[in-house]
């Protein structure tokens, strides 16, 4: 099983921005779609964005316009950059292929808050 590690994530004002990372043990992006997911407390996990094997994106409304997944084979690396942070997006965020599996990793917490 391929392991994904989270990283990037922090504490970060209104209108902030961070950019996640998330490191593949070996090299699979060339081939999988992935994703990166969200779980706010008290809520269920959601899609967030997803890069396909061909390099398209796609983005959930609620982040459209402000967040770029983007994607460094070589380093087996899966990216999220996140501008214009607004409260709302303080969650846990994980990667995951798109559409998910059952193994997710730990995530790495986002929390906007001034």
């Known amino acids: 099983q391929v392991q994904l590690v989270e990283s990037g994530g922090g504490l970060v004002q209104p209108g902030g921005s961070l950019r996640l990372s998330c490191a593949a043990s070996r090299s699979i992006f060339r081939f999988l779609a992935m994703g990166w997911y969200r779980q706010a407390p008290g809520k269920q996990r959601e899609w967030v964005a997803g890069?396909?094997?061909?390099?398209?994106?796609n983005y959930a409304d609620s982040v459209k316009g402000r967040f770029t997944i983007s994607r460094d084979v070589a380093k087996n690396t899966v990216y999220l950059q996140m501008n214009s942070l607004k409260p709302e997006d303080t969650a846990v965020y994980y990667c995951?292929?798109?559409?998910?599996?059952?193994?997710w990793g730990q995530g790495t917490q986002v929390t906007v808050s001034s």
């Open positions: 995951n292929r798109w559409p998910p599996n059952d193994y």
């Open positions: 890069i396909n094997s061909g390099g398209t994106t």
